[in-house]
């Protein structure tokens, strides 16, 4: 007798089906092999991974932070758009940190999400941060902490994101006559209400194009990541990454994908695929490369280049995922640093409360950061 899944209803023998046609979920053990796979799933690797045409926007100092906005190509599409935030006293090149801004369905603003610029916060972003990040930019506190901090905007957000006009003629009459429709007046709101629709889209054509979302944000991470590895006030051989949700997905992956990540930090973005049959699928397609689970699961691509210190921060009542799945990974993860020889290098913590990245937390992952940059 097959197990029922409210979700699939008449369709739930389609999951033992999945199971017989081959095997599902092996387990990828750390090394080149699996990186291979994971890139051949990615796809969108094979050119250069640098900045085009960078140009410093304007420079600023405000709270004991010395700030740069920074644009690039990543060769197609509009000009990224970031900051790099580092402490006004700073000496020499320190350790550099690239900040991945989360998902969250806000796809108007990207790295103001996670980091103050120059200019007063929008009352929406200040409205955003208080129960994600305790109301606080964590990149600006992040660098006080002695780092240069790198913050940019991805595919699909900020000044990487679709023009809406582009976005409801995409998305067909149905959805678009629904969203003109609607009562919704505030432009963030509406904004980011068709991206969430027309994210279904970006993924058909990634598909079509031989790659996926997670392919397409990895390879830009990746040139950011070699930017901020360009820059003379940073320590080449000492850079991190940190990200929530969406970030830490980022984070998983651009730690997967490039071997110049000392140690990354993944927040709220940990589980084992079958946890999340019969629960809450609302994630991000970048949660979802196609065809990994032929190879492996979840925290195998996390775990792809241990003994590479990791942090993962679990929220117990996270809404996002089932307590049971993210204690699977964590266990998981444990098992592969083990295999490798350097248990210690993976840290998994567990904290009270819904999908966040609290001030707590945030001091734990500073702290954590510094041990292993510093």
């Not at 999951?15 to 994971?38: E, H, K, M, N």
């Not at 409205?127 to 901090?149: C, H, T």
């Amino acid at each position: 007798m097959f197990e029922h899944y409210q979700h699939l209803g008449v369709f739930s023998d389609w999951v033992d089906a999945a199971r017989r046609q081959q095997s599902i979920y092996p387990i990828a053990v750390p090394g080149p092999q699996t990186r291979s796979l994971i890139f051949d799933v990615l796809g969108f690797c094979h050119e250069e991974e640098n900045p085009l045409e960078v140009k410093i926007e304007s420079k600023w100092e405000k709270d004991g932070i010395v700030g740069e906005e920074v644009s690039w190509s990543v060769g197609y599409g509009p000009r990224t758009h970031a900051y790099v935030l580092k402490p006004a006293n700073a000496k020499g090149s320190i350790p550099g940190i690239v900040a991945l801004h989360d998902h969250s369905d806000f796809k108007f603003c990207g790295k103001e999400k996670i980091a103050d610029g120059p200019e007063k916060t929008l009352s929406t972003l200040i409205d955003f941060r208080q129960i994600p990040y305790s109301g606080r930019a964590y990149a600006n506190a992040l660098a006080r902490e002695g780092f240069v901090v790198l913050v940019h905007d991805v595919f699909l957000w900020g000044s990487r994101r679709f023009p809406l006009e582009t976005m409801m003629e995409t998305m067909g009459s149905k959805t678009a006559d629904l969203l003109r429709t609607s009562q919704i007046s505030d432009e963030v709101e509406l904004y980011n209400t068709a991206a969430y629709f027309h994210e279904h889209w970006v993924s058909k054509y990634c598909n079509i194009l031989g790659t996926n979302m997670a392919g397409v944000v990895s390879f830009e991470d990746r040139v950011a990541l070699n930017y901020l590895r360009s820059r003379a006030d940073v320590n080449s051989k000492s850079i991190g990454c940190i990200g929530l949700s969406g970030g830490g997905n980022r984070a998983a992956l651009l730690n997967a994908t490039h071997e110049s990540i000392r140690a990354a930090v993944i927040i709220g973005l940990m589980t084992t695929y079958p946890a999340l049959l019969d629960h809450n699928m609302s994630h991000t397609w970048m949660l979802f490369p196609f065809g990994w689970s032929r190879h492996g699961d979840w925290p195998d691509i996390a775990a792809s280049r241990a003994p590479s210190p990791l942090l993962v921060q679990y929220n117990i009542q996270d809404e996002l995922f089932t307590e049971d799945g993210m204690r699977e990974a964590h266990m998981r993860l444990q098992n592969h640093y083990w295999n490798v020889g350097k248990p210690d290098a993976y840290v998994g913590q567990f904290y009270p409360g819904p999908h966040k990245f609290d001030l707590e937390m945030q001091s734990a992952a500073f702290e954590w950061l510094k041990e292993k940059l510093k």
